[in-house]
């Protein structure tokens, strides 16, 4: 298989269905946007803890599955979709790792050592995703339950931010005002 075509040469591009659209669309932008995240995800890993790495592994999987699903504005009953046991899953993740960590008392300023500096990125690049699924979603069919996991993945990089800098020692900073 090539890995060019030229199919989008003109500035268009596929959707799972097969329809063309601008590669500026709002459904392009959104799971492109996912694609960031889970390149920013990938990068992460590995933190240098086994537990968080699984987690982040299931999370790319996981955002594999809602680029497919954005990328279908029409889905079957075969095609890949998110669903709220992904929702729930990520859930479970998020209050996992809150178990160990001190209660937030403070917005904490985004940063830490390098596993948990690249989570707290790729969590604002997870938010983005959000934004743009969300204006997509307007004016155009998209999965709801893929747009809750895109809320709820900010809420676990978080998490997983403050987890990993945990464990490596390294204190949380509160803004100033």
């Given at each position: 298989m090539k890995i060019y075509t030229g199919r989008g040469d003109e500035g268009m591009?596929?959707?799972?269905?097969?329809?063309?659209?601008?590669?500026?669309?709002?459904?392009?932008?959104?799971?492109?946007?996912?694609?960031?995240?889970?390149?920013?995800?990938?990068?992460?890993r590995p933190t240098g803890y086994d537990d968080v790495d699984e987690k982040l592994e299931r999370v790319?999987?996981?955002?594999?599955?809602?680029?497919?699903d954005f990328a279908n504005p029409d889905p079957n009953e075969d095609a890949p979709v998110v669903t709220a046991d992904h929702v729930s899953e990520l859930e479970s993740f998020i209050d996992e790792a809150e178990e160990e960590l001190e209660?937030?008392?403070?917005?904490?300023?985004?940063?830490?050592?390098?596993?948990?500096?690249?989570?707290?990125?790729?969590?604002?690049?997870?938010?983005?995703?959000?934004?743009?699924a969300v204006a997509f979603a307007r004016d155009e069919p998209a999965n709801e339950e893929a747009i809750r996991y895109l809320n709820r993945l900010s809420d676990a990089l978080f998490v997983f931010a403050r987890l990993v800098n945990q464990r490596d020692g390294v204190p949380e900073e509160s803004p100033t005002y």
């Open positions: 591009t596929d959707l799972r269905d097969m329809s063309r659209v601008s590669k500026t669309s709002p459904r392009i932008e959104a799971y492109g946007t996912v694609d960031e995240v889970n390149a920013l995800v990938g990068r992460v790319q999987n996981h955002l594999h599955v809602l680029q497919a209660p937030l008392r403070s917005f904490i300023l985004p940063g830490g050592g390098d596993a948990g500096a690249r989570l707290h990125h790729a969590r604002t690049v997870s938010r983005r995703a959000e934004r743009r």
